[in-house]
């Protein structure tokens, strides 16, 4: 289920993000701290429901692929709170006053290194690269680049983050009527990991099987969780995207291991 908490102590804007998200301290509903979440707040413009919801399903896909991701949450900006961030940060009030609501967060973790641009992949983290290619394939995400990519480690684990650009096929001209079909995702060899997995040998069984197992009861249990301020639409075509996927997984695969060839 997810996490609903409430933003309680503003620490400070993130200006690494193209969203300008905020850091902030949270409350359970007892009022308990609840630790540090990074908000991606709904007056953002670059951000907003769309962005909420594409960073609330593709956390829930990642944990389904065994893909290590931050703790998600829906935390909740009370009017008050946002008028006091508003007087003591002037720029951000238009933003924080429009996020008054349910907006995206996600835990802070530490220690944690951020992923150097040109890092090569060590051995023991090969398997979550062939994995993270693969699910960025999925869920049609552009933004995890080489010069950007939003990925960062913890002894050698991976944890992928910032996915409001994912799902890019909602906004293109016609949908494309074979989405496990590859060629014509460019993007993809801009990919952090492109150059670094082209012409291994790559073991995708453990993708596949996940894929496979992406059942409609598994997607309900994610759209269940969505709050409704997030929706707006969205999720029926993300879910007959990610349905019509899965009939042809092998099919997707072979596609992904195409493109690394």
């Keep these: ?23 902030c301290g949270c409350s359970d509903s007892a009022g308990d701290p609840a630790g540090e979440f ?8 670059k951000a907003g429901s769309c962005g909420a919801l594409f960073e609330f ?11 290590l991701v931050p703790e998600a949450a829906a935390i909740e900006i009370t009017p008050d709170f946002a008028q006091t961030v508003a007087d003591v940060q002037p720029q951000l009030g238009p933003a924080i006053q429009a996020g008054v609501g349910c907006n995206f967060g996600s835990r802070v973790i530490k220690p944690m290194s951020t992923w150097l641009v040109g890092r090569s992949i060590p051995e023991a983290m090969l398997a979550d690269a062939v994995k ?21 480690t913890q002894g050698d684990n991976i944890y ?36 670094r997995l082209r012409s291994r040998e790559l073991d995708f069984n453990e993708f596949r099987d996940r894929l496979k197992a992406l059942t409609e009861i598994v997607l309900t249990r994610i759209s269940t969780d969505v709050p409704k301020e997030w929706i707006h639409g969205n999720w029926e075509r993300i879910e007959t995207h990610l349905n019509e996927i899965r009939a042809r997984a092998d099919e997707f695969v072979e596609q992904v291991r195409r493109r690394l060839a």
């Design 132 to 152: 993270i290619f693969a699910f960025d394939a999925l869920i049609q995400n552009p933004d995890r680049r080489a010069d950007n990519p939003n990925l960062f």
């Design 38 to 45: 990074i908000l991606k707040l709904l007056g953002q413009p």
């Design 57 to 67: 399903v593709a956390s829930r896909l990642a944990q389904h692929f065994d893909i």
């Design 1 to 23: 289920m997810l996490l609903r908490l409430t933003a309680t102590q503003f620490v400070r804007v993130m200006r690494s993000g193209r969203t300008n998200p905020i850091l």
């Design 160 to 195: 992928v983050y910032d996915h409001e650009t994912s799902f890019s096929f909602l906004f293109a001209l016609a949908a494309s009527p074979q989405p496990w079909n590859l060629e014509d995702q460019n993007y993809l060899q801009h990919h952090v990991f492109y150059s």
